[in-house]
């Protein structure tokens, strides 16, 4: 073999070796320059002292964003989680509830399913005011985790769900006047 052959399968292995580690290499980098984008847009929407719809819009389309590009990512159910929290803060529970859905659907077990379960069920419950399907959610709840602290919250929410607003408040004075009454 002449040198030029020998350059030219050097170089051809070197390329097919390089060319087999760059989509690895190319979705690090993107995921690192998505999470460094996230971070800026947390730290600028959270530190200021105003809640900004638009910049509260575009963070959850990068959170979304990143768990569609990166699925199999361990940040990606907890961007999905965070992007369920700024879409409540924002007004819209059908799109935190939907969010919340998604975590449960595909992250079966993920750390915080039960906090995921509990958050979906009190956005239907308070912000909704839909009290059969907020039942429904905590029960949900409660069935797969039921020795959780959350199940034990979940089983008060639904006890709670058969009264008014007036009616709680009246109990919660009751309880808070017994209990003030009883420290004396």
């Not at 070197?14 to 993107?30: I, N, Q, R, S």
């Not at 809640?51 to 979304?64: G, I, M, P, T």
């Amino acid at each position: 073999m002449n040198m030029r052959s020998l350059i030219t399968i050097a170089s051809a292995v070197l390329l097919f070796a390089c060319g087999t580690d760059a989509p690895v290499d190319e979705k690090a980098a993107k995921a690192a320059e998505m999470r460094g984008r996230i971070q800026r847009m947390e730290d600028s929407l959270f530190n200021s002292g105003l809640f900004e719809q638009r910049n509260a819009q575009a963070l959850l389309d990068v959170y979304k964003a990143y768990a569609t590009a990166m699925p199999l990512d361990s940040l990606a159910p907890e961007y999905l989680f965070r992007a369920a929290g700024v879409a409540r803060s924002m007004k819209d529970p059908q799109q935190s509830i939907f969010l919340y859905d998604r975590i449960i659907r595909d992250y079966p077990s993920w750390k915080k399913l039960p906090d995921t379960y509990y958050l979906k069920a009190f956005v239907i419950d308070a912000d909704l005011d839909k009290l059969g399907e907020a039942e429904m959610a905590y029960k949900a709840l409660i069935s797969a985790y039921p020795d959780h602290a959350y199940a034990a919250q979940a089983r008060q929410a639904i006890e709670n769900l058969k009264y008014t607003d007036e009616e709680l408040i009246a109990r919660f004075k009751a309880m808070a006047d017994s209990s003030a009454t009883a420290g004396q």
